[in-house]
């Protein structure tokens, strides 16, 4: 019984330091992908608790622990986007989080509009190379923990995010983002 209990506590311990160390670098790269504060924090979640209930399918000789948890994350935001509809015209959650910001109205106007500029050169991107995006400055992860998430090459990686920022500097123009 005591036994029990120990593990539970170590249990408990681990997984509040992995939610601790990870939360934001997830958060992060799930907003990167999803635009939506609200939303970004429910998948997270879902991130979480899919790594509470599958942490005994970790293996450390097939990839990092890092490597792993991002897969999940990528995994669940892919999920969501299969479960939405294929024309999202209207977001509740967008209105709320353009409504609940703090700016005065002409930089939340100024802002809007660099965003939809950002959104739409995104939109121009393949799935991958928005994944790649976000993984990189969404999750701030290296070059080498991309590769070995995405199963390509480190020079790979940096190849292909050279060029998208290049894309996606020409789609953009001279747009500054803040």
Not at 54 to 82: C, G, M, Q
Not at 86 to 94: A, P, R, T
Not at 117 to 140: I, V
């Amino acid at each position: 019984m005591q036994k029990e209990l120990l593990s539970s506590i170590d249990a408990e311990a681990t997984f509040t330091l992995i939610f601790e160390t990870y939360y934001k670098r997830i958060y992060n790269y799930i907003h990167y992908r999803v635009n939506c504060h609200f939303t970004a924090e429910d998948l997270t979640s879902q991130v979480f608790e899919k790594t509470m209930n599958k942490i005994n399918t970790y293996s450390p000789s097939k990839s990092p622990f890092e490597v792993w948890l991002f897969a999940i994350a990528r995994n669940v935001v892919n999920d969501h986007y299969r479960g939405q509809k294929k024309w999202d015209l209207f977001s509740l959650d967008g209105l709320k989080e353009l409504v609940s910001g703090r700016k005065g109205p002409e930089s939340l106007v100024i802002q809007g509009e660099v965003n939809d500029r950002l959104q739409q050169a995104l939109q121009t991107l393949h799935t991958r190379e928005r994944n790649m995006l976000a993984l990189k400055f969404g999750a701030e992860l290296k070059n080498t923990e991309i590769s070995q998430l995405m199963g390509i090459t480190e020079d790979n990686v940096g190849v292909i995010l050279y060029r998208t920022m290049k894309k996606l500097r020409k789609t953009l123009g001279s747009v500054e983002l803040e």
